[in-house]
């Protein structure tokens, strides 16, 4: 009694959204290439032979790098996830669900993200997160008309 549900989604205008994917691209570059570094640097066939133990003030000197190259990698992969909670994350710009979303006049794309429980306590509300949905067009870019309607 008194719980309501809601969805949750970000929404974009189709302006807003290239910006998106604009600002979204090189971060996801940073984080790609991050990881590729710190890969070559630990890997068995190529990497840094510093690390291999051979004398030990080159190794510690390989194990600062590496520890570096993993310190780059880590910050770069939290601004990536951080990213993907205010930018496109789980689609490309070919296949994000777009269409004329009721109470707009304009296109939208849409990522749904979860299904929140709101139950009210005795001092306030509570807020949990139950799923997550998922969420289609009725119509397709060229099926829009301005008259047109699905009733």
Not at 129 to 136: D, K, M, Q
């Amino acid at each position: 009694a008194g719980e309501r549900l809601y969805m949750t989604a970000h929404c974009w205008r189709e302006e807003e959204l290239d910006i998106a994917y604009r600002k979204m691209a090189p971060i996801q570059r940073r984080a790609e290439e991050a990881q590729r570094q710190l890969d070559d640097a630990i890997s068995h066939e190529n990497g840094d032979r510093r690390l291999d133990g051979t004398d030990l003030v080159q190794t510690f000197a390989g194990m600062r790098d590496t520890a570096q190259l993993v310190l780059a990698r880590d910050d770069a992969l939290r601004q990536w996830e951080e990213a993907k909670t205010k930018f496109p994350s789980k689609y490309t710009k070919d296949n994000i669900p777009e269409g004329p979303w009721p109470g707009q006049v304009e296109w939208l794309s849409l990522e749904p993200r979860y299904i929140v429980v709101c139950r009210p306590k005795l001092l306030g509300k509570e807020y949990h997160v139950v799923g997550t949905w998922t969420a289609s067009p009725l119509l397709k870019e060229g099926d829009w008309e301005e008259e047109a309607s699905i009733f």
